[in-house]
């Protein structure tokens, strides 16, 4: 098992960039495939990007490709998400996620862990 904790959230005008981490502790860091997600008020859960274990493979949302990068740093066991250009749709609580599979999914069903979320605020 393994705990996630999510940073680097806050206030952004449109236009603007943002970067994400997430710290994780627990056993076998470098086994899982990690993803973000974010959710919006009175929405379901969506699918951001994902990054295998390894690091070389990603999937992107086709809302964000272009526009978010996702990397990893295995050695400091955390994963970040880089946001630019971002838009006031953009706007949600961002979550990170682990999936021990390593398939790196673009399903919430997928992921074991989850982090708590960091709020991500865009502003016009």
């Known amino acids: 098992q393994v705990q996630l904790v999510e940073s680097g959230g806050g206030l952004v005008q449109a236009g603007g960039s943002l970067s994400l981490s997430c710290a994780a502790s627990g056993r076998t860091f470098s086994n899982y495939a990690m993803g973000w997600f974010r959710q919006a008020p009175g929405k379901e859960r969506e699918f951001v990007a994902a990054?295998?274990?390894?690091?070389?493979?990603?999937n992107y949302a086709d809302s964000v490709k272009g526009r978010f990068t996702i990397s990893r740093d295995n050695a400091k066991k955390t994963v970040y998400l880089q946001m630019n250009s971002l838009q006031a749709e953009d706007t949600a609580v961002y979550y990170c996620?682990?999936?021990?599979?390593?398939?790196?999914?673009?399903?919430?069903?997928?992921?074991?862990?989850w982090g708590q979320g960091t709020q991500v605020t865009v502003s016009s």
């Open positions: 990054i295998s274990w390894s690091g070389r493979s990603a």
């Open positions: 996620a682990a999936d021990r599979t390593n398939i790196a999914s673009t399903r919430t069903g997928a992921y074991d862990y």
